[in-house]
């Protein structure tokens, strides 16, 4: 329940969460726990090893998945991963609230998505305080072409609410493989190209068959980078 709660209370401050980033993605104790007292497995050994660890050292996180350590965690996971910051985690879903479901990992970072698209973010410092994604939403999954507005708040220094508006053009890619830790998808690829007064930059979603976004890759804000994000769990 804290880890709800955590998306919708307390906002850690830039300057504080970026020290705190790297070990709270790889802090996993909490998803290693609930799989040990499942009967452990693979992935939840090592999954105590990172957590111990607190730094991206040895083996990484997904080379450690397969189908069958996934499968012994007995929940919902899903990969998350920061290219700019080189560090990944395992996430699980911990509840969800008029269609927005959030995931959390070990240590209290969490995101909120809706249908897959990125609402917001908890825990990574320069957090993703929420998105206006309605018109996203509506757009990508009546196919594309289409050009949108969404809007992105943060927190500034002083804990005030800066607002960002951004043009975006959502356009089909066409077939695609979406590859993630667990193989690789045959999927539809989309591309939402967005620009705003001082940022522009590009999302990718790759929608399977059945409608669910398989993988991924969204922006969160300038001091956190790129999210990606990958279904490990489901058809």
Same mark, same amino acid.
Not at 62 to 86: D, H, K, S
Not at 150 to 168: E, F, K, N, P, S
Not at 197 to 208: K, L, V
């Given at each position: 329940? #804290? +880890?709800v709660?955590a998306?919708? %209370?307390?906002c850690?401050r830039?300057?504080r969460?970026?020290?705190?980033? +790297?070990?709270?993605l790889l802090?996993? #104790?909490?998803l290693?726990?609930?799989a040990?007292g499942? &009967? &452990?497995g693979?992935l939840?050994d090592?999954?105590? /090893?990172?957590?111990?660890? *607190?730094?991206? @050292?040895?083996p990484?996180?997904r080379a450690q998945i397969?189908p069958?350590a996934? @499968?012994?965690?007995?929940q919902?996971v899903i ?5 700019e910051?080189g560090a !990944?985690a395992l996430?699980?879903?911990?509840? @969800?609230?008029? %269609? ?6 070990g240590?209290?970072v969490?995101? *909120?998505?809706?249908r ?15 998105a206006?994604i309605a018109?996203?939403e509506?757009a990508l999954?009546?196919g594309g072409?289409t050009?949108v507005?969404?809007i992105?708040?943060y927190?500034? #220094?002083t804990?005030q609410v =800066?607002?960002?508006a951004?043009v975006?053009?959502?356009? /089909? ?5 979406a !590859? =993630?830790?667990? %193989?690789? $998808?045959?999927t =539809?690829? $989309?591309? !939402?190209?967005c ?6 930059f590009e999302?990718r979603?790759w929608?399977?068959a059945n409608g669910?976004l398989?993988?991924? /890759? ?8 790129t999210i990606?994000?990958?279904?490990? =769990?489901g058809?």
């Amino acid at each position: 329940m #804290g +880890a709800v709660l955590a998306m919708t %209370g307390h906002c850690d401050r830039p300057r504080r969460g970026v020290v705190r980033m +790297a070990a709270a993605l790889l802090m996993l #104790g909490l998803l290693a726990g609930c799989a040990a007292g499942q &009967g &452990g497995g693979p992935l939840a050994d090592a999954l105590s /090893r990172i957590g111990a660890a *607190r730094a991206p @050292a040895g083996p990484s996180l997904r080379a450690q998945i397969t189908p069958e350590a996934v @499968a012994a965690l007995n929940q919902p996971v899903i990969l998350i991963a920061l290219p700019e910051r080189g560090a !990944e985690a395992l996430a699980r879903w911990v509840g @969800a609230n008029n %269609g927005h479901a959030t995931w959390a990992s070990g240590d209290g970072v969490s995101i *909120r998505i809706r249908r897959g698209i990125l609402s917001a973010t908890r825990g990574l410092g320069g957090d993703l305080l929420s998105a206006d994604i309605a018109d996203v939403e509506a757009a990508l999954y009546a196919g594309g072409p289409t050009r949108v507005i969404r809007i992105h708040r943060y927190l500034d #220094g002083t804990d005030q609410v =800066t607002i960002r508006a951004l043009v975006c053009d959502i356009t /089909r890619a066409g077939p695609d493989t979406a !590859e =993630t830790a667990v %193989g690789g $998808f045959a999927t =539809t690829r $989309f591309d !939402e190209s967005c620009s705003g007064p001082d940022r522009t930059f590009e999302n990718r979603y790759w929608i399977g068959a059945n409608g669910q976004l398989r993988k991924t /890759r969204q922006w969160v804000g300038p001091d956190v980078g790129t999210i990606v994000i990958e279904r490990l =769990t489901g058809e």
